[in-house]
């Protein structure tokens, strides 16, 4: 149990860096490169301090309390450190939010597939996909979003609200399932091809 405690901490640590990373970079920022990078590394630092704060609530998994609100701060911080337009960045952090939570979605998936819910399979897996959905973010779809912010004048409202509708059911649902444990196969199987379409 030690093994799987402090397996599941590196792995939150590697999330929450991913986080925090991804993010600044992503940000299309407001100050300077020094004072973005310290901003971002303090997200990181509050993030960890959640997780063994989360361990005094019983009536809930530290996961279920520690992501989303580690999303919540990033979320805050990602606005309030953004140049442009609300809108333009409320739907940046939509839009990664969704690929944080299908990256979950998927690494759990795989995990009940082939390794029938081992829980030290379920994290190698989480680290493995949060490798990926770190390069996928920062060498693919970060140009794309930033061609997207040149390009686009107008409109910002309802792709933000269909980003932002999708994130809120993708993240209400990984919060009811307790990160996807406790989803159907074909539930997941669905929402995966959901997200892909």
């Given amino acids: 149990m030690g093994n799987i405690s402090l397996i599941s901490f590196i792995s939150d640590a590697f999330v929450f860096g991913s986080h925090a990373y991804t993010l600044f970079l992503l940000s299309p920022r407001k100050y300077h490169f020094r004072t973005a990078w310290r901003i971002w590394l303090s997200v990181f630092l509050i993030s960890l301090l959640l997780i063994p704060l989360s361990t005094l609530q019983t009536f809930v998994t530290p996961a279920l309390i520690v992501h989303p609100v580690s999303l919540g701060l990033c979320c805050a911080i990602f606005l309030l450190t ?83 509708i999708f994130s809120v059911c993708l993240v209400g649902l990984m919060l009811t399932s307790g990160l996807f444990v406790h989803s159907p196969q074909h539930i997941i199987t669905t929402l995966v091809a959901l997200f892909v379409i």
């Fill in 82 to 164: 953004s140049s442009g337009p609300l809108l333009q960045n409320l739907f940046l952090f939509a839009t990664y939010t969704n690929y944080f939570v299908f990256s979950l979605a998927v690494s759990q998936a795989v995990a009940t597939h082939f390794m029938d819910q081992n829980p030290i399979a379920t994290i190698e897996f989480r680290l493995i996909f949060a490798v990926l959905f770190c390069v996928v973010i920062v060498f693919d779809l970060r140009p794309a979003f930033q061609k997207i912010a040149k390009n686009v004048r107008r409109g910002w409202f309802s792709l933000t609200m269909l980003a932002s």
